[in-house]
């Protein structure tokens, strides 16, 4: 059984986290979703955490800012990946312990990029659903999300999305539950700059679908980090994840002898 807590940012926000005790030796796990998802979709629902529970991991999901169980203010100001790695630091603060192991997914793994690029602590770090973008862009590949997601969250006529990508989102957003003014903040402040990957110390494992549009080239993106491995697994953006080698490679990199 999780216990749920909520802690409170700088900025006047509540962020939701769920731990999952176990007696381990090795540092608990912290998994973060990706866009319009929360820590339930990305990482309970597939069997992710119950795969790290069963390992005897101790497992900590949060909700980002906008998304899940966690404050939805709908002005961009509140909104950007930085500002939800500030919210894992603050997490990690909390927890207080010495090291950690980092799990993030799509929107999830540029934050914990920018989280393993400034924190020591991270000791392993998986990142899936993303590929040469966080490379060439510094985030989630915005030549394949397009231009028409903010419209498409906006708009109370779903007919009326034009954009195949952009109604996914949308269509994505209504199967979740989420608060779509949230989300089209979030979207408006997405991270587009340099990440300082070579300054990751942490060993890393980059998972991709082959299938995944949002993770093309994802060979890039592991022979930008200091200390890689590249696992494809078939599947697309949504399915993958539901891959149970999804879960059994994230065990086992994680592992202490993966």
Known sequence: MAQRAVFRTPDGLDIAYEVWERDSKLPTVVLHHGFAADGNTNWVAPGIVD???????????????????????????????????????????????????????????????????????????????????VVELGGVDT????????????TDDPS??????????????EMTGADRLALAAQVRTLHQKPIALDDITASCLVLAGDDDPFAGRPDKLADALPDATLRVLPGDHLSVVRDPDFAKLIVSFLADTP
């Not at 500002?83 to 990690?92: E, F, G, I, Q, S």
């Not at 030549?143 to 906006?154: C, N, T, Y």
């Not at 009326?160 to 957003?173: G, K, L, Q, V």
């Open 51 to 133: 795969a790290l529970t069963a390992a005897g991991r101790r497992v900590v999901t949060i909700d980002a800012r906008g998304h899940g169980a966690s404050s939805k203010p709908h002005d961009p100001l509140f909104y950007g990946e930085e500002k939800m790695a500030a919210d894992v630091r603050t997490l990690l603060d909390l927890l207080g312990e010495p090291s950690y192991d980092l799990v993030g997914y799509s929107m999830g793994a540029i934050v914990s990029a920018l989280v393993a690029s400034q924190e020591p602590r991270i000791r392993r770090l998986v990142i899936g659903g993303v590929g040469a973008s």
């Open 143 to 154: 030549r394949v999300v397009g231009s028409g997601v903010i419209q498409a969250l906006h």
């Open 160 to 173: 009326s999305i034009t954009d195949p990508n952009a109604a996914a989102f949308r269509m994505f957003a």
